[in-house]
């Protein structure tokens, strides 16, 4: 039998007022020692590809950072034709690519229709 001592209203409050003010994770060891600087981020509803998005989700956990923060590196990177990967990042998309099996690439950019998933 549970012991209900555990749960005291003390906890649940606790529990249910969590403050989410400050979620977000530090930068990465690896990031250059500049200024932070202060920005306004907005929530947004866009809509990625399935595949797609399982494979930024396994990057960004890989760099522990929130897929948000990915896609931010990624687009401030390609606003200055910069590489955003290492070469060690390319090869863990490599597989992530492979255990997701997604197979689209560049050239498919802007000619993707919705339909059916396809099977693997």
């Excluded at 555990?6 to 060891?29: E, F, G, H, Q």
């Excluded at 797609?52 to 890989?62: F, H, M, N, S, T």
Aim: net charge positive.
């Amino acid at each position: 039998m549970r012991d209900l001592r555990l749960c005291t209203p003390d906890k649940v409050a606790w529990y249910i007022s969590t403050n989410m003010s400050n979620t977000r994770k530090p930068p990465p060891r690896s990031a250059p020692a500049t200024k932070a600087k202060s920005i306004e981020r907005i929530q947004t509803g866009i809509r990625l590809e399935k595949r797609i998005l399982k494979v930024l989700k396994g990057v960004a956990e890989y760099h522990d950072l929130y897929v948000g923060d990915l896609l931010e590196g990624i687009c401030l990177h390609a606003f200055e034709n910069k590489p955003p990967f290492s070469p060690a990042t390319l090869e863990r998309i490599r597989m992530l690519k492979e255990v997701y099996h997604l197979d689209l690439t560049a050239a498919d950019s802007h000619r993707l229709i919705e339909g059916q998933a396809p099977q693997p």
